[in-house]
Antibody
Framework: QVQLVESGGGVVQPGRSLRLSCAAS????????MHWVRQAPGKGLEWVAVIRYDGSNKHYADSVKGRFTISRDNSKNTLYLQMNSLRAEDTAVYYC?????????????WGQGTLVTVSS | SYELTQPPSVSVSPGQTARITCSGDALPKQYAYWYQQKPGQAPVLVIYKDSERPSGIPERFSGSSSGTTVTLTISGVQAEDEADYYC????????????FGGGTKLTVL
C-alpha cells in the first residue's frame, strides 16, 4: 500500500539547520510531484514547497524562500527538505504530501508528519 | 500572496446540515479541494475539483462553487464528522500551487 514516512525532525536551536526526509513506497514516486506542508502547534495547515516529479521546477512559500530547499532522489524514492537559518516560527509538524487528479479519480497521499521544534 | 478565507467555527446538531464556506479571488479559475483533519492525524481529502467526492468518502459530503466562494456541505452530520476542515486551492498565476484556508472547526453539539 501507499506509504510516506517522514523523518529527521527534532529539537534544534534558532539559526541552525535540519534536513527532513520522506521515504515513499507503494506507488510510482518518480512520476509525481511532491509537496511539504507544515502545521504549527494548534494552528492551521501551511503549504511550504513543491517539487516537480523530475526535480526540474520548485516553488516555495514566501515564509521559507531563501532558507529552505526542497529536493528529491528518485533512485531512492525519497523527498527532502533542507531547512537553514531556522526560526522559532518554523516550529511545526512537517508533512510530505501530493495529489494526482484524473478525469474522475484522485490519488491523494500524505505522510504522518515529523515534528520540528526550534528552541534555545 | 494569496489568501483563502474560512469561518473559524461552525456548530450544528447531529442530523442537521453543516455548511462551511471558503472565499478567494482565484476560485472562479482554480479548483478547490477540501480536507478533514482530526486531532493527531494527517488531513484526509473529502472533496476534489470543487464537487467531486473521492472513493470511500460518505455521500453526505458534497461541494459546490459559486463565483469567488466554494462551499463544503455535510448533510445529516454525525458525531464522527467533528473535525477541522480546510479548503485548498491555488493562486491564478501558479506561483502558489497550494494555498490553504485558515481552517474551520466543526463542532457537533
Amino acid at each position: 500500500q501507499v506509504q510516506l514516512v517522514e523523518s529527521g525532525g527534532g529539537v534544534v536551536q534558532p539559526g541552525r539547520s535540519l534536513r527532513l526526509s520522506c521515504a515513499a513506497s507503494g506507488f510510482s514516486f518518480s512520476s509525481y510531484g511532491m509537496h511539504w506542508v507544515r502545521q504549527a502547534p494548534g494552528k492551521g495547515l501551511e503549504w511550504v514547497a513543491v517539487i516537480r516529479y523530475d526535480g526540474s521546477n520548485k516553488h516555495y512559500a514566501d515564509s521559507v524562500k531563501g532558507r529552505f530547499t526542497i529536493s528529491r532522489d528518485n533512485s531512492k524514492n525519497t523527498l527532502y527538505l533542507q531547512m537553514n537559518s531556522l526560526r522559532a516560527e518554523d516550529t511545526a509538524v512537517y508533512y510530505c504530501a501530493g495529489r494526482v487528479v484524473g478525469a474522475n479519480t484522485v490519488f491523494d497521499y500524505w505522510g504522518q508528519g515529523t515534528l520540528v521544534t526550534v528552541s534555545s | 500572496s494569496y489568501e483563502l478565507t474560512q469561518p473559524p467555527s461552525v456548530s450544528v446538531s447531529p442530523g442537521q446540515t453543516a455548511r462551511i464556506t471558503c472565499s478567494g479571488d482565484a476560485l472562479p479559475k482554480q479548483y478547490a479541494y477540501w480536507y478533514q483533519q482530526k486531532p493527531g492525524q494527517a488531513p484526509v481529502l473529502v472533496i476534489y475539483k470543487d464537487s467531486e467526492r473521492p472513493s470511500g468518502i460518505p455521500e453526505r459530503f458534497s461541494g459546490s462553487s459559486s463565483g469567488t466562494t466554494v462551499t463544503l456541505t455535510i448533510s445529516g452530520v454525525q458525531a464522527e464528522d467533528e473535525a477541522d476542515y480546510y479548503c485548498q486551492s491555488a493562486d491564478s498565476s501558479g506561483t502558489y500551487p497550494w494555498v490553504f484556508g485558515g481552517g474551520t472547526k466543526l463542532t457537533v453539539l
